[in-house]
């Protein structure tokens, strides 16, 4: 079964800390997204990459970067993370032309 | 602007009583629609993948159908299990990458 895996179901860190939420995918997917979803906002694209070292901006990307130094590996990054940065994290990976995606387990992360 | 809209934002049902749950969507071109069910707590599971007006594809006591400018989620016999929210996203002709995704329907089916 094709499986997308964040590494961490539950996270809680201190305002300003440096955060990285982690995502790897083994069904060899040329794309790879980062959401956050909240209650009334619904799903709101970070940041997706399209090939490995490859990166486009969502809708939502202050706050945030990302690294993909391998395909199968997807990384997103809170620089300083604030209060309003907690959310739930979820990751996805696609193959070409829409095809649809498939999500991780999501990560609940808490920034006190 | 490409957007997605379901309705209604949350719906309760009786077991066993049959309803629909509505998606419609303005692209300038679709290359797809997706239903997705996603439990309290974690990721999104896909349902289904529709592609042209007039396909349909079932599971279980779920089928979803499409026409040019929405799909229907149709559940037959609700089961308390089917409680979670529905979401439905749609693939534009003129994106490789994005999905755009509609704020979802919370379903609560009572026993």
């Known amino acids: 079964d094709v499986k997308v895996t964040q590494s961490s179901r539950y996270l809680v860190k201190r305002t300003g800390e440096k955060v990285f939420l982690e995502c790897v995918q083994d069904?060899?997917?040329?794309?790879m997204f980062w959401y956050r979803q909240d209650p009334g906002l619904g799903l709101r694209l970070i940041y997706f990459?399209?090939?490995?070292?490859?990166?486009e901006k969502g809708d939502i990307p202050e706050g945030y970067s990302v690294s993909r130094e391998k395909k199968e590996r997807f990384s997103l990054i809170l620089e300083s993370a604030s209060t309003n940065q907690t959310s739930m994290y979820l990751c996805a990976s696609s193959p070409p032309l829409g095809y649809g995606y498939t999500f991780g387990s999501g990560t609940r992360l808490t920034v006190v | 602007e490409d957007q997605v809209t379901q309705s209604p934002e949350a719906l309760r049902l009786q077991e066993g009583e049959s309803s629909s749950l509505n998606c419609s969507y303005t692209?300038?071109?679709?290359?797809?629609l997706f239903w997705y069910r996603q439990d309290p707590g974690k990721g999104p599971e896909f349902l289904f993948t529709l592609y042209s007006a007039g396909e349909e594809k079932e599971k279980e006591r779920l089928k979803a159908t499409l026409t040019k400018k929405e799909s229907f989620l149709h559940i037959t016999a609700p089961k308390p299990e089917d409680s979670a929210t529905y979401l439905c996203a749609v693939s534009p002709m003129d994106s490789s990458y994005k999905l755009i995704f509609g704020s979802g329907t919370r379903l609560l089916v009572r026993p």
């Open positions: 069904m060899d997917h040329e794309n």
């Open positions: 990459s399209y090939d490995v070292k490859m990166k």
């Open positions: 692209v300038s071109g679709l290359r797809g």
